[in-house]
């Protein structure tokens, strides 16, 4: 484990990130999503694993639920779907 703290310059890009991500997940936001998933980018739900065009293409899709909230700590995250 690393013992450095990360700066509040640091934090902030982090959690405008986390940001990002969850207001385009939730507005089909593909766009924003292509400037910053990384070219190998692989996301692995219950049951399913897509790679970054199979993301993207399921981004593209009406969301199957209205609201989404995330919460986050430095050992732990969660999301809440509605």
């Given at each position: 484990?690393?013992?450095?703290?990360?700066?509040s310059?640091?934090?902030?890009?982090?959690?405008?990130?986390?940001?990002?991500?969850?207001?385009?997940?939730?507005?089909?936001?593909?766009?924003?999503?292509?400037?910053?998933?990384?070219?190998?980018?692989?996301?692995?739900?219950?049951?399913?694993?897509?790679?970054?065009?199979?993301?993207?293409?399921?981004?593209?899709?009406?969301?199957?639920?209205?609201?989404?909230?995330y919460?986050?700590?430095?050992s732990?995250?969660?999301?809440?779907?509605?």
């Amino acid at each position: 484990m690393n013992d450095v703290k990360p700066s509040s310059e640091d934090l902030a890009i982090v959690e405008q990130l986390n940001n990002d991500y969850v207001h385009s997940d939730q507005h089909n936001g593909v766009k924003r999503f292509t400037e910053f998933l990384a070219e190998d980018f692989i996301v692995q739900t219950p049951g399913v694993t897509r790679n970054r065009a199979e993301f993207l293409e399921n981004i593209a899709k009406p969301r199957p639920f209205e609201e989404l909230r995330y919460m986050t700590s430095r050992s732990e995250s969660s999301v809440t779907l509605r």
